[in-house]
């Protein structure tokens, strides 16, 4: 079984910062790995996702997540963060196999400030 | 391309009524489904998920039932609702796992 450790569950930022939010995860197995973000009342969006091959990956909006398999993480990465980055994100894994769940993070609530 | 849709998109419920939230994909076949309930504070939590018509799985004991009745169709019931069932409901449905899930837009459901 798979499970996933969001290291922080809230992350104030200024505007224009970077950021990066944590998370770590714990499998058996080989895993994909995946962002997601979720605004307010609203559903969850795939920003990126790990599946194979170059360990760096990006996303949409401009984030971008690297993938160690040694420290076994799969920190998300902003250059610059805007006020419409606020939202929750989740990090994620699975199993590589036809019909492996996604296990989610507790999430991070990421709060850009002007 | 695929789409998903939830509904209702909001729901005041006296606790002891009935509960029916449908959700349906588009523009694929054979995909599995899942419910997941989303708490304040908790993250996300797997309630039921389904790799075929009329096959379900339960991830935890509680007061909610799921059926797949068609292969795009998705229901999440209760005969009774219970102050503890309020929260925010996500239906998503994904090919293979390597491809993600996609989720639909979410039913907040609040029992009064």
């Known amino acids: 079984a798979q499970s996933v450790t969001q290291l922080d569950s809230q992350v104030p930022v200024f505007e224009e910062a970077p950021v990066e939010l944590r998370c770590n995860y714990s499998s058996s197995v080989s895993v994909y790995l995946f962002w997601y973000v979720q605004y307010p009342n609203q559903g969850l969006q795939l920003l990126l996702k790990?599946?194979?091959?170059?360990?760096l990956v990006k996303g949409i909006n401009g984030f971008e997540a690297e993938f160690n398999k040694s420290q076994t993480s799969f920190h998300l990465r902003k250059p610059s963060v805007h006020i419409s980055d606020t939202a929750e994100y989740f990090c994620?894994?699975?199993?590589?196999?036809?019909?492996?769940?996604?296990?989610f993070g507790k999430g991070t609530k990421l709060t850009v400030n002007p | 391309s695929q789409t998903i849709h939830q509904w209702p998109a909001t729901l005041v419920q006296p606790v002891g009524s009935p509960l029916s939230l449908e959700c349906t994909v588009e523009g694929t076949s054979n995909p599995n489904l899942y419910w997941y309930r989303q708490a304040a504070g908790r993250g996300l939590q797997l309630l039921f998920y389904s790799v075929g018509i009329g096959q379900i799985s339960s991830e935890v004991p509680q007061n909610l039932s799921a059926s797949r009745p068609q292969d795009r169709q998705f229901i999440l019931s209760s005969k009774k609702l219970l102050l503890s069932d309020s929260g925010f409901y996500l239906c998503a449905w994904t090919r293979r796992a390597n491809y993600g899930y996609t989720f639909g837009s979410g039913t907040r459901l609040t029992v009064v």
């Open positions: 994620a894994v699975s199993g590589q196999g036809g019909s492996e769940k996604l296990v």
């Open positions: 790990y599946l194979s091959g170059s360990t």
